[in-house]
């Protein structure tokens, strides 16, 4: 245990990560030579100490139920020392040093229906946030529009033929828990109206400096409405963000009819080649549609199949656009520009540090 542990006097925040590190990798840490990927959804690391750790990566869900986790923490116990871990993606990976245990281990999460692969040249499973089922701001689903993408390109997880890594994320709002801005494809829920105030109740709800102060565009201000204290928006500084809704329950967002998905494409985080990206709007609005959500699994298909088609090998989404042009990007997908790919924020976003690489 490091000083910094033993010397610690309350237990707040989370535990020490050093207690559910396997053996293996504590004892090599920081000396990991090079890694091989044995087969879709199988890699080795080789150690300088000569030490080898397995890791079989299968898709999850991303919202568990404990039954499911007891699942994983026997298939751990069985076959990895009771070790396991969750990707950043929702990816769950099995650690082991035996590489006798690598099939077995493969045929019981196949036998539970989950499927293995996701590593190198694949797409990984999407990282989605809360969706209708917890959020209140949610403009669409999370994990049903995750589950019908991964359903139609879960053979783009099982095999390595992709050009490079695909990574896909949703998020529910454009507050975006989710990683939508640096995924190679980003399923993102908008809202198109500014919010519904309810007047009646608005200061019975919410302190209206807090309403004011929520907005990041100053578009509300306090103001006197029939004789009662409430607030106004002024719709044409309105970018649809919610945050007003988050802190005033009387200032309504939710909307059958207008909110959606937008998708945006070209973001990543690694610094392989150029330095990460963010992701920028392709297509501005697709219809919230469940339980299948058929157009906005069209639209994911038919880029992947692009750039699937077009790009040169280890090439992210992002790079072959730059490569080709945006225009020509438009134009291969079939999609029409419009007002809302105008990007004011543009220069904003030049001036951001993405990189790790530093200059003095
Ligand atoms: Fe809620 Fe927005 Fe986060 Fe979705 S992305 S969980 S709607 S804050
Ligand atoms: Fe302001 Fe966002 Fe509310 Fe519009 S939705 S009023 S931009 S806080």
Request: net charge positive; glycine share 6%; aromatic share 8%.
């Amino acid at each position: 245990m490091t000083q910094a542990v033993a010397e610690r006097r309350t237990d707040f925040g989370p535990p020490q990560y050093e207690r559910f590190l396997p053996p293996a990798i504590k004892k090599n840490y920081g000396k990991w030579k090079y890694h091989e990927i044995l087969k879709p959804g199988v890699m080795v690391h080789h150690a300088e100490s000569g030490d080898k750790l397995f890791t079989v990566r299968a898709a999850s869900g991303r919202l568990l139920s404990i039954d499911k986790i007891r699942l994983y923490c026997d298939l751990a116990d069985k076959y990895c020392d009771g070790y396991f871990r969750f990707t950043s993606r929702h990816n769950v990976e099995f650690l082991t040093d035996k590489s006798e245990n690598i099939e077995p281990l493969i045929a019981d999460l196949k036998k539970l229906g989950h499927p293995v692969g996701g590593i190198g040249n694949a797409i990984s499973a999407i990282v989605h946030t809360q969706g209708w089922i917890h959020c209140h701001s949610a403009a669409t689903d999370a994990s049903g529009i995750v589950q019908s993408v991964m359903d139609d390109l879960i053979g783009r997880f099982e095999q390595r033929e992709l050009p490079g890594k695909l990574r896909i994320a949703l998020a529910c709002c454009l507050n975006m828990c989710g990683a939508v801005h640096c995924s190679d494809i980003a399923i993102l829920g908008i809202h198109r109206r500014p919010p519904k105030l309810d007047h009646a109740n608005l200061k019975k709800l919410c302190e209206i400096p807090s309403a004011s102060a929520s907005c990041p565009t100053a578009a509300i201000r306090p103001a006197t409405v029939n004789g009662l204290p409430s607030v106004e928006v002024i719709e044409e500084k309105c970018m649809f963000c919610a945050n007003c809704f988050t802190v005033c329950p009387a200032m309504k967002m939710n909307n059958p009819l207008n909110d959606g998905v937008s998708i945006w494409v070209g973001g990543k985080v690694s610094n392989a080649r150029v330095e990460p990206m963010f992701s920028k709007l392709a297509i501005p609005y697709l219809p919230n549609n469940p339980p299948r959500w058929p157009e906005v699994t069209e639209a994911v298909r038919n880029l992947v199949d692009l750039w699937a088609k077009n790009a040169r090998k280890y090439e992210r989404m992002g790079e072959w656009i730059n490569r080709i042009s945006w225009p020509k990007f438009f134009k291969m997908a079939g999609i029409q520009f419009q007002k809302e790919h105008i990007d004011d924020f543009r220069h904003a976003g030049l001036t951001f540090k993405r990189s790790t690489h530093l200059t003095f």
